[in-house]
């Protein structure tokens, strides 16, 4: 049976293009060539042919061109004999004006020599076969020949051109404005576009800052009449997604000054003085505009510490650019009344000379969301979220820290999306908690494929966990246990910090290798075995305990000392410590992780009965909460603690917290 076309839906539409002329005019050409005025054509012949006309005195005159065509002219009585012809005759369309026949020859002079026997041979009288040598060219395909590889390299030229001035910056792809700066002025008068302070949550001392700097431009005289200098620059540092960019907009939101943007990298290019003179470019489109504020996203693109590679010359461009911003900001030329934001994640690799005082005279730092700012940060997001009624913010904030503002952000909309995918008509709580698990933990992955030891093992591996972060007061407290696989694990146990602050000591750090050593410790308990499962465990708790020793001076051995490198630009060859240390740092990352080994052994040896009924609990439930550790474990040593002592609020804050998930 035919195969049925099901192409109802299909619909050709035909659109106007300047390539369908080219391509026209093309195939005009072409077939104009070969079929053009009904042409007749010389016939391709042989010299016994030619010989045999030259004998009957047919020839009038044989045209050598290129040393290799011969081209034979008939006189007008054999034409038209032949034309007048036989219809099968291969010369009965031969053309009447120019050659009628051509043959290919294989020397000169033999053919001279031929030609002349040929004429002897015929026995006429006035049989003149005149033989003439040309060189022709073939004309047009010669010159496109030579010309066409040039038009070619300089096509690719000037298309790499165009593109790379497009592409980097350059003001409206054309080559001859490589060197501007293209700068976007923000339309605040653009309402999809305007952002104001109240889009930014939290934040609240950085906002404080960051309208004074509008202040100073917009006032400036009453500041001057004090006797005080306008400050320059202010940089804006923190994590990424705490809301750097989105500061700097609302800020070109609420200013009544001209705000011009640019990224870091649009200053980057290959070809050498592009980027200072972009710098310069920058800076003239403000001193015209001002009082105006000048934005630099992501500002480490040139403003990285200059000279640390110099082995590699390839860094001189970012390095003129950087000069010329220095200058610019701070040089002998004024630019009175432009204030220069710039945003960065790393403030400590910038370069000294553009930090100090005249140029970025202040450091604006943007740091994580604190549990207030993370519910702040909410309600804006869920300001356009059809929400259930139940749905409580500050048990969000609870359930996120270490979240920055675009995590939360992400969370709003991944949880908007869960809920569509299940049709709900509003987004509920579950649907918030299934963002944030598939937020830290990754994509669910109920239908992978284990066997039912395997998933045993996993749920031993995770009680395992859970039992050793329960009975030690310094570790964080356990909020639920699944054997869902997702993302690269098989399972997790969550912990989340109650308190906002961390204040990180060694004992807390134990603690926490005691509980990422606890899954492995139980299966080894129960099985006798040891798993390849455990090696993101064993990654982090090594990572953490060299740098207790090597980083956080906390190993009495090695003394307090820190071989921590923030500017990251120590070479990766050789180690800020002779051999003898290294060994002695090996030893005590050794010891400490057999301690927290011994620690976490001990508690799993005590509790093993009731780490089995958990797995059992962890088999049939597959997630688990701490309200049903409770009745296994009894309270938890975290509750327990803060019975006796309550927490305090204010104490010193020095790593941020965040979700822990061991796996
Ligand atoms: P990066 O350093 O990676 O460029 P950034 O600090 O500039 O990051 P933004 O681009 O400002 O981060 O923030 C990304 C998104 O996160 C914003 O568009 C916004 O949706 C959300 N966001 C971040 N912080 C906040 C905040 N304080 N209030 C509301 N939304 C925020």
Same mark, same amino acid.
């Given at each position: 049976m035919?195969?049925?076309?099901?192409?109802?839906?299909?619909?050709?539409?035909?659109?106007?293009?300047f390539?369908?002329?080219?391509?026209?005019?093309?195939?005009?050409?072409?077939?104009?060539?070969?079929f053009?005025?009904?042409r007749?054509?010389? /016939?391709?012949?042989?010299?016994?042919?030619?010989?045999?006309?030259?004998?009957?005195?047919?020839?009038?005159?044989? !045209?050598?061109?290129? $040393?290799?065509?011969a081209q034979?002219y008939?006189?007008?009585?054999?034409?038209?004999?032949?034309? &007048?012809?036989d219809?099968n005759s291969?010369?009965?369309?031969?053309?009447e004006?120019? @050659?009628?026949?051509?043959f290919?020859?294989g020397?000169?002079?033999?053919?001279d020599?031929?030609?002349?026997?040929a004429?002897?041979?015929?026995?006429l009288?006035?049989?003149?076969?005149?033989?003439e040598?040309?060189?022709?060219?073939?004309?047009?395909?010669?010159?496109?020949?030579?010309?066409?590889?040039?038009?070619?390299?300089?096509g690719?030229?000037?298309?790499?051109?165009?593109?790379?001035?497009?592409?980097?910056?350059?003001?409206?792809?054309?080559?001859?404005?490589?060197?501007?700066?293209?700068?976007? @002025?923000?339309?605040?008068?653009?309402?999809?576009?305007?952002?104001?302070?109240? *889009?930014v949550a939290?934040?609240?001392e950085?906002?404080?800052?960051?309208?004074?700097?509008?202040?100073?431009l917009?006032?400036?005289?009453?500041?001057?009449e004090?006797?005080?200098?306008?400050?320059?620059?202010?940089?804006?540092?923190?994590?990424?997604?705490?809301?750097?960019?989105?500061?700097? $907009?609302?800020?070109?939101?609420?200013?009544?000054?001209?705000?011009?943007?640019?990224?870091?990298?649009?200053f980057?290019?290959?070809?050498?003085? /592009?980027?200072?003179?972009?710098?310069?470019?920058?800076? =003239?489109?403000?001193?015209? !505009?001002?009082p105006?504020?000048?934005?630099?996203?992501e500002? *480490?693109?040139?403003?990285? &510490?200059r000279?640390?590679?110099?082995?590699?010359?390839?860094?001189?461009?970012?390095?003129?650019?950087?000069?010329?911003?220095?200058?610019?900001?701070?040089?002998?030329?004024?630019?009175?009344?432009?204030?220069?934001?710039?945003?960065?994640?790393?403030?400590?690799i910038?370069?000294k000379?553009?930090?100090?005082?005249?140029?970025f005279?202040?450091?604006?730092?943007?740091?994580?969301?604190?549990?207030?700012?993370?519910?702040?940060?909410?309600?804006?997001?869920?300001?356009?979220?059809k929400?259930? =009624?139940?749905i409580?913010?500050?048990?969000l904030? $609870?359930?996120?820290?270490?979240?920055?503002?675009?995590d939360?952000?992400? /969370?709003?909309?991944?949880? &908007?999306?869960?809920?569509a995918?299940?049709? !709900?008509?509003?987004?509920? #709580?579950e649907?918030?908690?299934?963002?944030?698990? #598939?937020?830290?933990?990754?994509?669910?992955?109920?239908?992978?494929?284990m066997?039912?030891? @395997?998933?045993r093992?996993?749920?031993?591996?995770?009680?395992?966990?859970?039992?050793?972060?329960?009975?030690? $007061?310094?570790?964080?407290?356990?909020?639920?246990?699944t054997?869902?696989?997702?993302?690269?694990?098989?399972?997790a146990?969550?912990?989340?910090?109650?308190?906002?602050?961390?204040?990180?000591?060694?004992?807390?750090? =134990?603690?926490?290798?005691a509980?990422?050593?606890?899954?492995?410790i139980?299966?080894?308990?129960?099985?006798?075995?040891?798993?390849?499962?455990?090696?993101? *465990?064993?990654?982090?708790?090594?990572?953490?305990?060299?740098?207790?020793?090597a980083?956080?001076g906390m190993?009495k051995?090695?003394?307090?000392?820190?071989?921590?490198d923030?500017?990251?630009?120590?070479?990766?060859?050789?180690?800020?410590?002779?051999?003898?240390?290294?060994?002695?740092i090996?030893?005590?990352?050794?010891?400490?992780?057999?301690?927290?080994?011994?620690?976490?052994?001990?508690i799993i040896?005590? *509790?093993?009965?009731?780490?089995?009924q958990?797995?059992d609990?962890?088999? =049939? !439930?597959?997630?688990?909460?701490a309200?049903?550790i409770?009745?296994?474990?009894?309270?938890s040593?975290?509750?327990?603690?803060?019975?006796?002592?309550?927490?305090t609020?204010?104490?010193?804050?020095?790593?941020?917290?965040?979700?822990?998930?061991?796996?």
């Amino acid at each position: 049976m035919a195969k049925k076309k099901n192409n109802k839906n299909i619909i050709y539409s035909f659109r106007f293009n300047f390539m369908w002329i080219w391509a026209g005019i093309i195939a005009a050409i072409i077939l104009y060539s070969f079929f053009g005025e009904g042409r007749a054509l010389p /016939v391709t012949s042989e010299w016994n042919t030619v010989e045999q006309m030259i004998r009957q005195g047919e020839v009038e005159r044989i !045209k050598v061109v290129n $040393k290799n065509t011969a081209q034979v002219y008939l006189t007008d009585e054999a034409i038209a004999a032949y034309r &007048a012809g036989d219809e099968n005759s291969r010369f009965k369309n031969i053309p009447e004006q120019g @050659e009628q026949l051509n043959f290919t020859i294989g020397s000169v002079d033999i053919l001279d020599r031929d030609v002349k026997q040929a004429v002897e041979d015929s026995g006429l009288e006035d049989n003149p076969v005149a033989l003439e040598y040309f060189n022709e060219s073939t004309g047009w395909g010669d010159v496109l020949l030579n010309i066409l590889p040039w038009v070619f390299l300089v096509g690719v030229w000037f298309f790499f051109i165009r593109s790379m001035s497009r592409g980097a910056g350059g003001a409206g792809g054309n080559i001859m404005n490589v060197g501007k700066a293209r700068a976007q @002025e923000f339309d605040k008068d653009n309402p999809d576009k305007r952002v104001t302070f109240k *889009d930014v949550a939290g934040l609240s001392e950085a906002k404080i800052e960051i309208m004074e700097i509008v202040d100073f431009l917009r006032k400036a005289d009453k500041y001057r009449e004090l006797g005080a200098k306008i400050p320059k620059g202010a940089l804006l540092v923190g994590p990424p997604g705490t809301g750097k960019t989105l500061l700097a $907009k609302a800020v070109a939101g609420e200013a009544n000054v001209p705000f011009l943007s640019i990224s870091g990298s649009d200053f980057v290019e290959m070809f050498v003085g /592009v980027g200072a003179s972009r710098v310069r470019d920058l800076f =003239e489109q403000a001193k015209q !505009k001002a009082p105006c504020i000048v934005f630099i996203d992501e500002i *480490d693109a040139i403003g990285r &510490a200059r000279g640390k590679n110099a082995g590699f010359s390839g860094n001189d461009e970012r390095e003129n650019t950087l000069n010329q911003l220095l200058t610019e900001m701070d040089g002998f030329q004024t630019n009175a009344g432009v204030i220069v934001l710039a945003a960065t994640n790393r403030a400590d690799i910038l370069d000294k000379a553009l930090m100090r005082a005249g140029r970025f005279d202040r450091q604006i730092d943007v740091g994580l969301p604190d549990v207030k700012e993370r519910e702040e940060i909410f309600n804006v997001h869920l300001r356009h979220i059809k929400l259930d =009624e139940g749905i409580d913010r500050s048990f969000l904030a $609870k359930q996120t820290p270490g979240f920055s503002g675009a995590d939360i952000a992400n /969370v709003c909309n991944e949880a &908007a999306l869960i809920a569509a995918r299940n049709n !709900k008509s509003k987004v509920e #709580r579950e649907d918030f908690v299934a963002a944030i698990d #598939r937020i830290v933990g990754g994509l669910e992955k109920r239908h992978k494929t284990m066997s039912q030891a @395997e998933r045993r093992a996993t749920a031993i591996h995770e009680a395992g966990h859970a039992t050793v972060m329960w009975r030690l $007061k310094d570790c964080d407290p356990v909020l639920k246990v699944t054997v869902i696989p997702r993302g690269n694990s098989l399972g997790a146990t969550w912990s989340v910090p109650d308190e906002e602050r961390v204040h990180v000591t060694n004992e807390v750090l =134990e603690a926490k290798l005691a509980g990422m050593l606890g899954g492995r410790i139980a299966e080894e308990v129960n099985y006798g075995t040891l798993g390849a499962g455990a090696l993101s *465990d064993l990654e982090r708790a090594t990572k953490i305990t060299y740098a207790m020793v090597a980083y956080y001076g906390m190993s009495k051995k090695i003394g307090p000392i820190s071989y921590y490198d923030a500017a990251g630009t120590r070479d990766t060859f050789t180690k800020p410590f002779s051999e003898h240390t290294a060994v002695e740092i090996d030893g005590e990352v050794r010891r400490i992780m057999e301690e927290a080994y011994q620690r976490a052994r001990a508690i799993i040896e005590a *509790d093993n009965e009731k780490i089995n009924q958990m797995a059992d609990l962890l088999l =049939e !439930k597959e997630t688990i909460y701490a309200e049903d550790i409770v009745p296994i474990l009894g309270a938890s040593a975290q509750t327990k603690d803060a019975a006796t002592e309550p927490a305090t609020e204010d104490a010193p804050a020095t790593v941020a917290a965040g979700v822990t998930v061991a796996d």
